[in-house]
């Protein structure tokens, strides 16, 4: 090749890339400029907050963040609808860590001029949208950890100021670490505990009924995680959607409607690239526990002395057999105990008897890998208050264990 060509053709490639960047530029820039005049939020906001905490993006190369960007460019039509202004942010750990990577965007072109620029102005806007969520799901945080409902109380405030519709939607898994709604220690299983999250965080203050007044708020992506961090059971990920949208009513003032709490589902789907950057901090983990179902006394499954199942037991174990198959790839471990009134060989063939009864059934039920134990007599009842009666203690000691095993 001429030592005088080879100058010219990087000229020309330097020059078509940088066509392609102004011409990319080009297309999303008019959005920079809030449209038909108006002040910025005069016309209907949406806030998009995308999580960029390591639970959801990973934190090295061998755990793949979660891409929403295939349901986010599904929904970004209906979460523009009605709005003239929309702005982008990421959060981390800290509720003063949201950065705005878009800010005040017009979500629709001036009513005048050309007629085909406005028709191409607002074909682009969902791409353009796009394209700042993408870039923020780049964004490395500030520090570890997840802090949403910080996040959300920011994005209350922005969208206090603005005039129409009022939309907030929240890119999370909403595992939350720090504050009122900290999960590192949940169970992910009872509405009391929810309950409990919910007072705790009013009493707080945290959240307020004017949190969210009048602001539509959509939830996508709960549940889903990096690819190496603890995953989420179908079950979990139902309790988290229930969590949030509670703490979202608590947010608005009283009663909430049903439109301004919403769950979307969105299916994980890994980072095209299959890495994600090593520089970002680490989180506090939240884990998933196994669960264990307790069914303490022995008359609510057994009639006295007997390993026969009653018939009142069987939608009992048919619900917790529903539960069992949505976690998969669990193994499950059914323990038989009774209380020390009988001799120590009758205890240990009746507590087997029990516990092969229980998982004859959930074999039933479509449940696999079930192991039935006969344990006797327990050492003790766990989580039992000094305080128990004697019936109550003989109840907890004479119970039926159901444990799933990863």
């Known amino acids: 090749m001429p030592a005088l060509l080879l100058p010219a053709m990087v000229a020309a490639l330097l020059s078509g890339c940088a066509s392609g960047v102004n011409r990319e ?64 942010a990421t959060f981390g750990g800290g509720a003063h860590d949201v950065r705005w990577t878009a800010t005040d965007w017009a979500a629709r072109p001036d009513s005048g001029g050309n007629s085909e620029n406005r028709r191409r102005r607002s074909g682009s806007v969902p791409g353009c ?137 969105v299916a994980a789907t890994r980072s095209e690239s299959g890495k994600s950057s090593p520089r970002r901090p680490g989180d506090p983990v939240v884990e998933f526990p196994e669960r264990t179902w307790q069914q303490a006394g022995a008359r609510a499954l057994f009639d006295a002395n007997s390993s026969v199942l009653r018939s009142d037991a069987l939608p009992r174990l048919a619900k917790i057999a529903v539960q069992v198959r949505d976690l998969h790839g669990v193994r499950v471990r059914v323990l038989g105990y009774v209380d020390p009134r009988g001799g120590s060989a009758n205890n240990r063939t009746l507590s087997q008897a029990r516990a092969d009864a229980v998982k004859h059934e959930l074999e039933r039920l479509g449940v696999r890998d079930v192991i039935a134990v006969g344990k006797g007599v327990p050492e003790g009842c766990p989580g039992a208050a000094d305080s128990l009666g004697p019936e109550q203690k003989l109840q907890c000691d004479r119970r039926v264990d159901i444990a799933v095993v990863r």
Not at 35 to 41: F, L, M, N, S, V
Not at 152 to 170: H, M, N, Q, W
Not at 180 to 200: H, K, P, S, W, Y
Request: hydrophobic residues 40%.
């Open 25 to 88: 530029a080009a297309a999303c820039g008019w959005m920079q400029k809030t449209g038909d005049g108006a002040a910025p939020g005069q016309q209907g906001h949406t806030v998009i907050l995308v999580d960029v905490s390591s639970s959801v993006r990973g934190s090295t190369s061998a755990s793949v963040g979660v891409d929403q960007m295939s349901a986010v460019k599904r929904q970004i039509p209906r979460w523009l609808d009605g709005v003239g202004t929309v702005s982008v």
């Open 129 to 265: 949208v796009a394209q700042a969520v993408a870039k923020a799901q780049s964004v490395v945080p500030a520090r570890g950890g997840s802090d949403v409902l910080g996040a959300v109380r920011e994005a209350g405030t922005v969208l206090a100021d603005s005039k129409g519709i009022r939309r907030l939607v929240v890119l999370s898994d909403g595992l939350s670490t720090t504050g009122c709604a900290d999960l590192r220690d949940a169970a992910f299983e009872e509405d009391l505990e929810t309950d409990g999250i919910v007072q705790n965080c009013s009493d707080d203050k945290e959240v307020t009924s004017r949190t969210l007044d009048s602001v539509q708020t959509v939830f996508a992506g709960l549940g889903q995680t990096a690819s190496a961090e603890p995953q989420a059971s179908p079950a979990q990920e139902a309790w988290l959607d229930g969590l949030w949208q509670r703490l979202c009513a608590a947010a608005h003032p009283k009663p909430a409607e049903p439109a301004d709490c919403a769950v979307t589902e």
